[in-house]
């Protein structure tokens, strides 16, 4: 049997509680793992959210049903209920506002809820995604002024970011390198050996909680950009009247080309992570010239892929402000149900700006949480009918299973119309159907 490391053996014998704050995509995987091996308490602001959980159902399917009911989490959303742990975990979002200015207003309360409950001896871990110094500077004052503790004497803090990718059934918590940092030698042992017990490659200690920071924020930043590169070059290649896939998958052929491609860039990671890049080294005087450009092309696809759809209408004779256009997918990437700064908002809105009557079907999103959200009112297939153009927005495995002929049927059927957003047709194939046909 594998040894127990000696700053955890308090936590692993079950003296010592874990709390894990905030149970969405990257909190509830998390906590079911720890769980396996120590007390773990699972908190969430929402009432609504614990008690689903306690029903033994995760909205996020990020867990099935029969794994959620296997863990051992003590569920709930009373703060009181906080009071008896040693060591905080904190997975709450960090989104952006719509100045794209980071919004750390989660994070602020979660350190102000611990903070009052916090006791001598006990850690506070941070797993969302900041910009460097976040911990340090922003979250460990709020901790010392609610707790009345001294950081460093009473309590100690450490980072080590999150890298869930919803939907991933590959890339898991347990399978994944972790990164860890801490404010001392010490915390950084007992993180070790916590996270030692889940994850089954190697951790890689950080020198410091900033370098953690930021390698976090520039691990999505990268990702960035080179979509951005792919969506630049296909608005170049579109105009040329060039395909842009088959392009990446001829100079796909060289070893070293990196296999991106051209798409709506959302969600809680890729879409805002560059922001708090961006933000804090604007605050220090530097002015980021690559990043914030390839932000600003990744923002705009969505008002391409319309006006393409409009010129698509009008090249068919349509008349663009009687049109009715489908789109198919609403949630930020393929096989969750995830809203979280989904772009497809963009290609909708600009679409209705235009006069374009757009129903939207998402098979996995939960209708209210789209309304609430994004202001949209999902329909079903069934009332999908005679519709002027269908925007595969979303490469849901439910829309895969229907196939090329099926989505079509969605059109009037003198003159079908399909934008393939995420490529999944071949166009051959399409354009022997009779289907005026793009993708990006």
């Known amino acids: 049997m ?9 936590f692993y014998a079950g003296k010592n509680k874990i709390a894990i704050v905030g149970l969405g995509y990257v909190g509830l995987p998390l906590a079911a793992h720890l769980s396996r091996h120590f007390n773990v308490v699972g908190f969430d602001i929402s009432a609504a959210n614990v008690a689903e959980l306690k029903k033994g159902h995760d909205r996020t399917m990020e867990l099935s049903d029969a794994e959620l009911k296997k863990s051992k989490i003590f569920f709930t959303s009373k703060p009181s209920d906080l009071a008896s742990c040693k060591l905080f975990i904190v997975a709450v979002p960090t989104p952006v506002d719509h100045f794209h200015v980071p919004d750390l207003a989660a994070m602020k309360n979660a350190s102000a809820m611990i903070g009052r409950h916090l006791s001598p001896g006990a850690c506070v871990v941070y ?13 460990v004052p709020i901790l010392e002024r ?4 001294k950081f460093g004497r009473d309590f100690t803090v450490g980072y080590s970011p999150e890298r869930i990718n919803p939907g991933d059934k590959v890339h898991t918590v347990d399978n994944t390198i972790k ?4 404010s001392d030698a010490a915390t950084l042992d007992l993180l070790e050996g916590i996270y030692s017990a889940v994850v089954k490659v190697r951790l890689h200690r950080a020198s410091a909680i900033k370098v953690a920071e930021a390698a976090k924020v520039i691990e999505n930043t990268q990702r960035d950009i080179n979509i951005a590169l792919m969506n630049e070059l296909a608005i170049i290649f579109n105009k040329m009247g060039i395909d842009t896939l088959e ?3 001829a100079a796909g052929t060289k070893w070293n080309f990196l296999n991106f491609r051209p798409g ?13 890049l961006t933000y804090k080294a604007e605050s220090i005087g530097y002015r980021p010239e690559v990043i914030l450009s390839g932000r600003r092309i990744n923002d705009n696809m969505g008002k391409y892929v319309a006006e393409r759809t409009v ?4 090249a068919a004779d349509l008349q663009v402000k009687k049109s009715r256009v489908a789109v198919l997918g609403l949630s930020f990437k393929e096989n ?18 235009y006069g374009v009557t757009v129903l939207t079907h998402d098979p996995l999103a939960i209708p209210e949480e789209a309304r609430e959200h994004c202001g949209i009112d999902l329909v079903s297939l069934k009332e999908m009918r005679d519709m002027d153009a269908v925007i595969l927005a979303v490469a849901h495995r439910d829309y895969l299973k229907l196939g090329l002929e099926k989505l079509v049927s969605l059109c009037r059927k003198d003159r079908p119309i399909l934008l393939d957003i995420k490529s999944v047709f071949e166009p051959v194939r399409a354009q022997s159907l009779g289907i005026r046909y793009w993708r990006l």
């Open 127 to 139: 797993e969302s995604t900041v910009y460097p110094g976040v911990t340090e500077d922003v979250c």
């Open 264 to 276: 709506l860039v959302g969600g809680h990671c890729i879409g805002v992570d560059p922001y708090y």
């Open 2 to 10: 594998k040894k127990k490391p000696l700053a955890a053996q308090s």
């Open 336 to 353: 969750v149900p995830d809203l979280r700064n989904t772009r497809v908002v963009d290609i909708i809105n600009e679409l209705k700006d």
């Open 179 to 182: 990164i860890i940092s801490a």
């Open 146 to 149: 609610e707790s009345k503790l």
């Open 247 to 249: 392009v990446l998958e």
């Open 311 to 314: 010129k698509m209408l009008i």
